[in-house]
Structures are given as structure tokens and as C-alpha cells.
């Protein structure tokens, strides 16, 4: 059973940091792409950042590109997502999402359950 | 202002059928495979509709998925009350290189 579980959120003043982390199980890891979805309170989606299976093509969304880094560990089965220099506008919770495997796929087959970052002084 | 358009709303009684749009550009929807997600309050979004109208297993056939040059659409039909959610379609935007979403369709059963 594919298993993805976000840990790390919390309370961050603005101008914070920190690591969210997502475990995979179920699945070979290292064969997927992986995303970054947020959701901000009573909002919808946004795509966040995204790696590929081996880690060499990363792409993020212009409203967080160069304040967040994603990164994933395929031999701890992780994917980690490093946000720096935290604003109000950051507060959501953050879905790690698997992309589905087959050519030309684009969608998000399996979704964690979320985990809430709230920033706040 | 999100990159694909979707009505904030439907609703339809029970057992009637409804439908949601998603309309984008050439480089979204014109180019790339459309998803659909469906999302309860309080819970990470689903996967309904992948590669425009293929559907995951053990997602009825109650849900299906269309596509017309650069817009997409999803059906739901036989409505139920447990339908009663928010449905977003996604895709990647081949210009912006980037996932980009609707901004969700609060279905209503009347």
C-alpha cells in the first residue's frame, strides 16, 4: 500500500525556517517524481516545487522560487522541502504528492495527509 | 488568479447529472494530460480522472472525464449527497514549467 505521511510542520515567526519532510513506503521511490502542494485556509491548491525521481530536474513556483528548496533522499525513501525567509502568504498545509508513473503522465496519483504550517509573530 | 478557470459552483439534485469545466491555454490543457481531483474538508485531495479520462481503480464510472482542445471537463452522474465535495482539475503548463491548478468547483446536492 502506497504510504506517504508529512511531518515537520508548526508555528514559524516570519523571516523563519524550516524543513518539512515526507516518508514514502509502498512503492520504489526512487522510480517516482515528486511535488509539493499547498493549501492555504479556505483556499485552493498551489503547486509548489517538484523533483524528479533521480533528483536532477527541479522546478518551483515563481512565489516561492528562491526562498524554498526541494530536495528528496532516495536510499531514507524522504522528500524534504527546506523553506527559508517565511511570510504570512506561506501559511497553508503542504500535501506531499507522488506523480503517476507512465509516459506523458501529469497527474498526482498518491497524496499525504498534510502537514500545517502556520506563520505567525 | 489561478492559470485554469473553473466555476466556483454547481449543483444539481440527487441522481441528475453535473458537469465541471476547466479551461486553460495551448500550453496546459492544449498540450498536457488533464487530472481531476476531488477533496473533502479537512482531507488531502484525491485522484478521480488522470490522462483526461482514464479512471483509478475503484473510482465508479459515475465520474468521467472529457477534453476539447484547451478546455476539460468533468461529469458526474447518478449525483449522490456523498458527492458533495470540491473538485479540482490540474495539469503541467509546458510554458511556465510549472503543476498548475483550477481553483475549485464546490459541488452542491441539492
Known sequence: ?121 | QSVLTQPPSVSAAPGQRVTISCSGSGSNIGKNYVSWYQQFPGTAPKLLIYDNNKRPSGIPDRFSGSNSGTSATLGITGLQTGDEADYYCGTWDSSLSARVFGGGTKVTVL
Open chain 1, 1 to 121: 500500500e502506497v504510504q506517504l505521511m508529512e511531518s515537520g510542520g508548526g508555528l514559524v515567526q516570519p523571516g523563519g525556517s524550516l524543513r518539512l519532510s515526507c516518508s514514502a513506503s509502498g512503492f520504489t521511490f526512487s522510480s517516482y517524481e515528486m511535488n509539493w502542494v499547498r493549501q492555504a485556509p479556505g483556499k485552493g491548491l498551489e503547486w509548489v516545487a517538484c523533483i524528479s525521481s533521480s533528483g536532477t530536474s527541479i522546478y518551483y513556483a515563481d512565489s516561492v522560487k528562491g526562498r524554498f528548496t526541494i530536495s528528496k533522499d532516495n536510499a531514507k525513501n524522504s522528500l524534504f522541502l527546506q523553506m527559508n525567509s517565511l511570510r504570512a502568504d506561506d501559511t497553508a498545509v503542504y500535501f506531499c504528492a507522488r506523480r503517476g508513473s507512465g509516459f506523458g503522465r501529469k497527474d498526482l496519483d498518491y497524496w499525504g495527509q498534510g502537514a500545517l504550517l502556520t506563520v505567525s509573530s
